[in-house]
């Protein structure tokens, strides 16, 4: 999974079903739409990355992060056991979709051996 700039809405769920899949999430540091602590949007609430982030680390039992720049985004890279990858990228900026990202996810997912 390569989600662009997206979360789940609050309240972010304890766990998954399933086994933990493969996840390269890109994210602008500056997204007001989308913004990482999450934000209300009438009587719903997006959830926070972060917090989104910690319970799949702790759902997929994924280890401790390593830092590495791919161009313009800066990653955390995580993984587990089994293989399976929670990287978690920022790029300066806001909300919007560059194809150059889209490549390096599926890089990141091609080099872990998970597409």
Not at 86 to 115: V, Y
């Amino acid at each position: 999974f390569v989600p662009m700039a997206g979360t789940f809405w609050a309240p972010v769920p304890p766990t998954c079903d399933g086994p933990a899949a493969s996840v390269v999430h890109i994210h602008g540091d500056a997204d007001t739409t989308v913004p990482l602590e999450g934000r209300a949007i009438g009587p719903a609430r997006q959830g926070s990355v972060p917090e989104t982030l910690a319970m799949y680390r702790a759902y997929g039992r994924f280890g401790e992060a390593s830092q590495e720049a791919f161009g313009d985004l800066s990653c955390e890279l995580r993984a587990n056991a089994e293989g399976a990858v929670l990287d978690f990228c920022l790029f300066s900026g806001g909300h919007s979709f560059s194809p150059r990202h889209m490549t390096t996810a599926w890089k990141i997912l091609e080099t872990a051996g998970r597409l």
